[in-house]
T-cell receptor
Framework: AQSVTQLGSHVSVSEGALVLLRCNYSSSVPPYLFWYVQYPNQGLQLLLKYTSAATLVKGINGFEAEFKKSETSFHLTKPSAHMSDAAEYFCAVSDQYNNNDMRFGAGTRLTVKP | DAMVIQNPRYQVTQFGKPVTLSCSQTLNHNVMYWYQQKSSQAPKLLFHYYDKDFNNEADTPDNFQSRRPNTSFCFLDIRSPGLGDAAMYLC??????????????FGPGTRLTVL
């Protein structure tokens, strides 16, 4: 069974600073990895996904993530935070064969200070 | 635009009074999912339909049921809501299971309040 661990339930950065949200995964089979963003009282929106092609994945809103098998990590980064990035971010893992087994991390709430 | 629609966005019910939440999709996806998300927690999968095939998670209470009358619609029925069922309920779809079609598309959610 797969699982993900998001390090840090809350992350606070200043506007214009680097955003780094950490995600480590556990999977006995090759994983697919996802980052979703959730704004208050809304559903989840896909930021980006890793599906065994390029290890550096670029997503929407200037976010990117790098799959590092040796570190079992899939950290989310953005060079310069914007106020509109304040939201809850979820990392998720599924295996390449059974999408119904997608598992979410506990989430990281990002706060952006002016 | 192709999308996942949930109605209503906010639902208030009384303790023990049955309630139905609705989800529809214009993506023509094979798979539809229902998640429960409590405050400050990750979404928890309740069950999913692969076409007409219903798949229940082992720890989903019997109080929760689902119907999928056609490809486009899926309903979540809560037979006797308790205070602990107050949550955001998220519907999601994916084109298929596994392979390269496994990205899930989420609706905006229905926030359920139980009085």
């Amino acid at each position: 069974a797969q699982s993900v661990t998001q390090l840090g339930s809350h992350v606070s950065v200043s506007e214009g600073a680097l955003v780094l949200l950490r995600c480590n995964y556990s999977s006995s089979v090759p994983p697919y990895l996802f980052w979703y963003v959730q704004y208050p009282n809304q559903g989840l929106q896909l930021l980006l996904k890793y599906t065994s092609a390029a290890t550096l994945v670029k997503g929407i809103n200037g976010f990117e993530a790098e799959f590092k098998k040796s570190e079992t990590s899939f950290h989310l980064t953005k060079p310069s935070a914007h106020m509109s990035d304040a939201a809850e971010y979820f990392c998720a893992v599924s295996d390449q064969y059974n999408n119904n087994d997608m598992r979410f991390g506990a989430g990281t709430r990002l706060t952006v200070k002016p | 635009d192709a999308m996942v629609i949930q109605n209503p966005r906010y639902q208030v019910t009384q303790f023990g009074k049955p309630v139905t939440l609705s989800c529809s999709q214009t993506l023509n996806h094979n798979v539809m999912y229902w998640y429960q998300q409590k405050s400050s927690q990750a979404p928890k999968l309740l069950f999913h339909y692969y076409d007409k095939d219903f798949n229940n998670e082992a720890d989903t209470p019997d109080n929760f049921q689902s119907r999928r009358p056609n490809t486009s619609f899926c309903f979540l029925d809560i037979r006797s809501p308790g205070l602990g069922d107050a949550a955001m309920y998220l519907c999601a779809t994916s084109r298929d299971r596994g392979g390269s079609y496994n990205e899930q598309f989420f609706g905006p959610g229905t926030r359920l309040t139980v009085l």
